[in-house]
């Protein structure tokens, strides 16, 4: 048997203490099919992950209808607030009247998400509808203002939209900005137009977008982060939530009802992480809809991932409403009705011909054939009592109905917040019992949880005749170091071979949360960070990256010393798993080691005669708490090499943390 020594650079400088283990890779012996949906996406609308993050609306409160009706915006001159305007959900709108004196100004400027950013001979697309009450015509001059500028001018770029008549009608200009800079507002001050004087003009749903948007869509996403996103190649995408779903009460759930249509028409809601952490508030943070389930859609589309959303089952938070007979906070179990019809509905809105109601309304938008929905979740984080069984009593009014009407899609209820403990385990059982598809499990959890044997055999004893899993929301979060540093991604890397083991158990798995924007989050660690012009991948995105691209198609099995690899006591801290690959021919083996120390390894593949090439993918760095940043995005990421190999084994080392994808051909 011939041998091929494969030694990376990097791992070349490596002191090699440990002795040589032998891997072996059984491949004529094919296990659990790796399910399309394995690895995933987690979207939600916490840390300005859509407002203000993947939407790429740069203006704050631009329909008026924040609570403080003028938040987000600097009024000057003679404005007023008015309430009788042309969208029906939103009726609220700016009156702009003459100022009383030809050398004084009306007018309105807003301070964006965090700043208005532009980019140098970047293009962007202002909108406004607008009109003059009283008739004739005016003028509005809009331009990006640095504030904080020493030049002659703090005007960085305008352009003019002229009002003409009694009717609401959309204005539309383009403009091209020559600097780059972060921190800017948006002005708009009313003119006269021509010699006349100056015509009151009222204004409202005041829009700034990049042109340069993902797909180049009008009510678009930065393209920046959807490229993030699609280069994961997702197999899933859940969406919108998180808590969110369930709103702190029943009226500030999410209703994905009021995320369709026309964007002007889509009603504001509440956003709860502008209160759940005190310590982090942010009192300007709301739900504008603008990134809704259409849009959602749309990305799974561009994804070709499947879409997974997650629709309130009739209770509101419990952790902010603990007490299950609190009146008004969640729907008595005979009154689920509208509920229920709310998940049809959207079947409907996904699935449904043109000439039904709700599959018009997504043609109306521009997409007449069916998005394909096959995935439907029931709930987030929710839970039974020991004498009140609050959600899978209601689950189950939802599952009689459901199954019944749409045998054809899948769903998943979820065992609760908890990754054990009294929770899960009353949950876990009823959701075999009540026939869920799957279930939805979250583990936010530190080091130790991942370190701990019991945890990275996790499913290796589950009931396979139970409901898949779903890993709906989990992270390893460092005990006083929560932030995402290698370690913890390391840890996840190693956790996630289990996943694969299980193929026949695990389904489905997104990290979470997703987005976070460096000045607006509460929650960390996150997968992606950005600020308004700048984005960076972490090391966990990376992670997540290997496994969703490597992901192959099905299980083999892989051990070491006879037993499976999971860094238990005698494995040196190395963790691996192995499937067949995308392509004939192709093996991909994981391995993480953990460990302190280099391990040098012979991998052997049974059942294979002739091995031709080897492409060895490392995610390493020495620092185990370094991390990426926005001023470093690159410091630590994916490094591959390609290798002659000849033979059934070849030797390799992997580095002290370190995560390697190994490619055979
Ligand atoms: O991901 C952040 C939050 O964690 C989600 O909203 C919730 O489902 C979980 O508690």
């Not at 959701?431 to 598809?437: F, S, T, V, W």
């Amino acid at each position: 048997m011939k041998k091929f020594l494969l030694v990376c650079c990097a791992i070349a400088t490596c002191g090699i203490h440990a002795a040589t283990n032998e891997m072996v890779v059984n491949v004529g012996k094919t296990g659990a099919p790796i399910q399309k949906t394995m690895y995933g996406i987690f979207f939600e609308d916490i840390n300005y992950a859509a407002d203000g993050g993947l939407y790429a609306e740069m203006v704050k409160n631009r329909s008026f209808e924040f609570p403080q009706h003028l938040m987000g915006w600097k009024a000057f001159g003679k404005v007023e607030v008015k309430d009788d305007g042309p969208f029906e959900r939103n009726p609220h709108y700016v009156r702009l009247s003459y100022a009383g004196h030809k050398d004084k100004h009306t007018g309105l400027e807003n301070e964006g998400f965090f700043g208005i950013a532009t980019k140098k001979d970047a293009s962007y697309r202002f909108t406004v509808w607008a009109r003059c009450p009283e008739g004739g015509k005016s003028r509005i001059v809009v331009q990006v203002v640095d504030n904080a500028s020493i030049g002659e001018s703090q005007v960085m770029a305008s352009c003019k939209v002229d009002v003409e008549g009694k009717e609401w009608k959309k204005y539309t200009a383009t403009f091209t900005v020559n600097a780059t800079k972060q921190k800017q507002s948006l002005r708009l001050f009313l003119r006269r137009s021509g010699k006349n004087a100056i015509t009151t003009t009222d204004v409202e749903h005041i829009s700034l977008f990049p042109t340069d948007t993902w797909m180049g869509r009008e009510n678009g996403m930065r393209r920046d982060l959807a490229q993030a996103l699609s280069d994961l190649q997702p197999g899933v995408f859940r969406f919108p939530g998180g808590c969110i779903v369930e709103g702190t009460d029943l009226a500030t759930r999410y209703q994905w009802k009021n995320s369709v249509g026309p964007v002007e028409n889509r009603p504001l809601n509440e956003n709860r992480w502008h209160y759940t952490f005190e310590h982090r508030f942010f009192p300007d943070y709301y739900q504008s809809y603008g990134l809704g389930f259409f849009e959602f859609f749309q990305l799974c589309e561009d994804f070709g991932c499947e879409a997974l959303p997650v629709i309130s089952c009739g209770l509101s938070c419990q952790f902010q409403n603990p007490d299950p007979k609190q009146k008004g906070a969640h729907v008595p179990t005979d009154s689920l009705d509208e509920y229920i019809q709310d998940a049809l509905d959207l079947i409907e809105f996904a699935n449904g011909s043109t000439d039904t109601k709700w599959g018009k309304v997504r043609a109306d938008m521009g997409h007449p054939s069916p998005f394909g929905l096959h995935y439907l979740a029931i709930g987030n984080e929710q839970w039974d009592y020991k004498d009140n069984p609050a959600f899978t009593e209601r689950l189950k009014r939802f599952l009689d109905v459901l199954k019944k009407q749409h045998p054809e899609i899948k769903y998943i209820g979820t065992t609760g917040p908890d990754s054990e403990g009294s929770r899960f385990e009353m949950l876990q059982p009823k959701m075999k019992e009540l026939k869920a598809d799957l279930y939805d499990e979250h583990f936010y959890r530190p080091e130790s949880w991942f370190t701990d044997s019991l945890n990275r055999h996790r499913y290796d004893s589950y009931d396979r005749k139970g409901p898949k899993v779903f890993a709906g929301e989990y992270a390893c979060h460092g005990k006083g170091k929560k932030w995402n540093h290698f370690n913890a991604a390391l840890l996840e890397a190693a956790f996630m071979t289990g996943f694969e083991r299980n193929a026949d158990v695990v389904h489905m798995a997104t990290y979470a949360p997703l987005f976070a924007h460096t000045e607006g989050w509460q929650w960390r660690p996150d997968m992606i960070w950005y600020d308004n012009l700048r984005m960076m991948r972490t090391c966990s995105y990376y992670v997540q990256q290997l496994y969703s691209i490597y992901k192959g198609t099905y299980f083999l099995p892989l051990t070491m010393n006879g037993k499976a690899v999971a860094s238990d006591s005698d494995q040196n801290g190395l963790s691996a798993s192995a499937v067949k690959g995308n392509e004939k021919g192709e093996v991909i083996i994981k391995v993480v080691n953990t460990g302190k120390e280099a391990q040098p390894l012979n991998i052997r593949l049974k059942g294979i005669k002739n091995l031709k090439q080897a492409k060895v993918i490392t995610l390493h760095t020495d620092d185990a708490l370094a991390e990426n940043t926005l001023d470093a995005p690159d410091k630590i990421a994916p490094k591959e090499m390609t290798q002659e190999v000849s033979g059934n084994t070849f030797a390799t080392t992997i580095p002290a943390n370190a995560f390697c994808v190994y490619i055979l051909k």
